[in-house]
């Protein structure tokens, strides 16, 4: 069974590049597209983006596409998010998730759905 | 982008009642791309239903999803101690996919 789980510092500087990682195990990474999605104290979920296991197709939220970057480890183990310019708006839980699609018996596209999470990971902007 | 906004805010109800959770888009939802997922404190999002009906997998007959258009339930029809949390909807059919605020279904 496939579980995720993220890493990185819990606290990031004003201006500095928030990083996180997402490691893949129990599974392979082939085949999906794995997202990262944030939650603001008391606020709904955000998404963010996510990368296909080419690690090269990729979408991201227009509302921080000028300051993220997800890409995918060569080992295809991990994938990672970088936020560049946080501020105390950048504070969350981050999540790491699977989107799964499903597709109808002739191969077609259908639906997606967030199916496997990591447990998070608080990250606090602050000097 | 599409926002998602859910009602009532808190719902407050005793076991074994049924509990029902709108969810409305500020545009049409084309092709059933819409989902439910729960939070219970300190854990991560768990998807419910997507296409606006499939339930995901091990997810109990109790949880049912209705909908279309703009206009969506979530429907539990007999509530069980583990299903008091908070609810979000998701539309994944125009980028940016969005989230609702969320319903949570308290004790009462």
């Known amino acids: 069974q496939v579980r995720l789980q993220e890493s990185g510092p819990g606290l990031v500087k004003p201006s500095e590049t928030l990083s996180l990682t997402c490691n893949v195990s129990?599974?392979?990474?082939?085949?999906?597209?794995w997202s990262w999605i944030r939650q603001p104290p008391g606020k709904r979920l955000e998404w963010i983006g996510y990368i296909y296991y080419d690690g090269i197709t990729d979408d991201y939220n227009p509302s921080l596409k000028s300051r993220v970057t997800i890409s995918l480890d060569a080992s295809k183990t991990h994938f990672s998010l970088k936020l560049i310019s946080v501020t105390a708006a950048d504070t969350a839980v981050y999540y790491c998730?699977?989107?799964?699609?499903?597709?109808?018996?002739?191969?077609?596209?259908?639906?997606?759905?967030?199916?496997?999470w990591g447990q998070g990971t608080v990250v606090t902007v602050s000097s | 982008e599409i926002v998602l906004t859910q009602f009532p805010g808190t719902l407050s109800l005793s076991p074994g009642e049924r509990a029902t959770l709108s969810c409305r888009a500020s545009?049409?939802?084309?092709?059933?791309?819409l989902a439910w997922y729960q939070q219970k404190p300190g854990q991560a999002p768990r998807v419910l239903i997507y296409?606006?009906?499939s339930r995901a997998t091990g997810i109990p007959d109790r949880f049912s999803g209705s909908g279309s258009g703009t206009d969506f339930t979530l429907t539990i029809s007999r509530l069980e101690s583990e299903d008091f949390a908070v609810y979000y909807c998701q539309q994944y059919g125009r980028s940016p996919q969005t989230f609702g605020q969320g319903t949570k279904v308290e004790i009462k």
């Open positions: 998730a699977r989107l799964a699609h499903f597709y109808d018996t002739n191969g077609h596209y259908l639906h997606d759905a967030f199916d496997i």
């Open positions: 545009q049409t939802i084309t092709n059933s791309h």
């Open positions: 296409g606006v009906s």
């Open positions: 129990g599974g392979s990474i082939s085949n999906s597209y």
